[in-house]
């Protein structure tokens, strides 16, 4: 049987023609066999050329790219496709490293699988679907992901309640063990994760790097940690010699399981604080005695049309945070809202210092860790946008 078919408008093969995965609702001139939620559509050029095949859905986004080859979309297929996923991972030393046994298997667009992710949690995968086709096959990628990973699998997790456009989705385990709590090392420091409760797949895999680099410049000095979640730029921290890390969420839920993760780790200890609170009236109350400062928020800006409200809420608690820091502090800010450029979060931060009256100096671009590949014809796959500032 053929498979549905969308016709574009004259002129907007062009990005196809050079491979975006997206293809929009506006540019659809004719729909031919009714295609549903989740189904296999061939897309073709308006002089019925055939250009690409992806998943259909009722969104702005209206088809994700499977491939620009006439292949067959079968187990084969996606078997390929994981089977090269992985071997990057094994290239980056991840799947067999003694220090580190959490990080992104499948990165979307970036592994050519647009509308999936999955994370490793030491032997627990977790799969987060952003599109019906994805999530329709998932009983077969546990299938094929317990044929190509064996041993190193323990369960496999659907978090895809919060992240699937009809939210016809319920978080729980596929296969394997059920724990309600599991422990992961990061470079060497343990955390507990609760996947039905954890935000994201349980944990913000992205940031493993950036983390490890806090950790690196945290000797002796006073840190803030704030929208610190379950604590891993905390425990960073002390891991490199903190004297003393305050870590601020507004979850209570949240700071109760970073205190956790800071005894596993480091026993009882008055060398951190967790405080519950809002950040930006704390950054109002703080003293100014810290050296390191680390904001790392939640997407003030989900989409374009909310840009301008949210680099205005960037903003707010940059300037507050460099006001507050001590003279030659480090700063790690960060956004992780698609629709900011890091053009836009770089004329943020100089509004900020500006208003501060601060001097500061960028020292480092932060990206999100080399497990989560960009792939060259998505560019808008670089999500994440990190600045570390020296300020004086």
């Known amino acids: 049987m053929s498979r549905p078919q969308l016709i574009l408008l004259p002129g907007k093969e062009k990005s196809l023609q050079r491979h975006h995965p997206w293809i929009f609702s506006g540019a659809i001139r004719k729909k031919i066999g009714h295609p549903q939620e989740g189904d296999l559509v061939d897309v073709m050029a ?5 250009l690409c095949v992806g998943h259909y859905q009722e969104e702005s986004i209206m088809v994700k790219v499977l ?14 496709r994981l089977a090269s996923a992985i071997a990057y991972r094994q290239r980056l030393g991840l799947l067999d490293s003694k220090e580190t046994n959490v990080f992104r298997m499948i990165h979307a667009e970036g592994d050519l699988m647009p509308g999936l992710v999955a994370d490793f949690y030491n032997g627990v995968l977790v799969l987060q679907a952003h599109s019906e086709g994805m999530h329709k096959m998932f009983p077969v990628f546990v299938e094929l992901f317990r044929e190509l990973l064996g041993d190193r699998l323990v369960s496999v997790f659907d978090k895809s309640s919060a992240t699937l456009p009809s939210g016809n989705a319920t978080d729980g ?12 090392n990061e470079n060497g420091v343990k955390m507990l ?16 790097e950036n983390r490890h680099l806090v950790g ?18 905390s425990l960073a921290a002390l891991q490199g010699g903190a004297e003393y890390v305050e870590t601020v969420d507004i979850s209570k839920k949240a700071i109760e399981l970073c205190n956790r993760n800071v005894e596993l780790n480091f026993g009882k200890t008055d060398s951190h604080k967790g ?12 003293s100014d005695a810290f050296d390191v400062i680390v904001l790392d ?13 949210g680099l205005k809420g960037y903003r707010s608690i940059n300037q507050r945070a460099m006001e507050k820091i001590r003279r030659g502090g480090l700063l790690f800010t960060f956004s992780c809202s698609q629709a900011v450029s890091m053009e836009d979060f770089q004329t943020m931060v100089f509004s900020a210092a500006n208003n501060a009256h601060r001097q500061v100096r960028i020292v480092k671009r932060l990206p999100h860790a080399i497990d989560h590949p ?11 946008k990190g600045l570390l500032l020296y300020v004086e």
């Open 275 to 286: 405080v519950v609170a809002d950040v930006l009236k704390y950054l109002d109350t703080a």
């Open 374 to 384: 960009i792939s060259v014809y998505h560019p808008e796959g670089e999500y994440l």
């Open 216 to 233: 690196q410049l945290s000797k002796g000095m006073r840190v803030l940690n704030c929208f610190g979640y379950t604590g891993g730029f």
């Open 46 to 50: 308006p002089d019925g050329s055939w």
């Open 193 to 208: 994760i609760n996947f039905y409760e954890g935000q994201k797949t349980g944990f913000f895999v992205d940031q493993r």
């Open 297 to 309: 928020p939640p997407a003030f800006a989900k989409n374009h049309r909310s840009l301008q409200q």
């Open 173 to 184: 385990y596929l296969w394997g063990e059920e724990p309600d709590e599991w422990e992961i």
């Open 67 to 80: 491939s620009f080859e006439t292949s067959e979309i079968d187990t084969a297929f996606w078997r390929s």
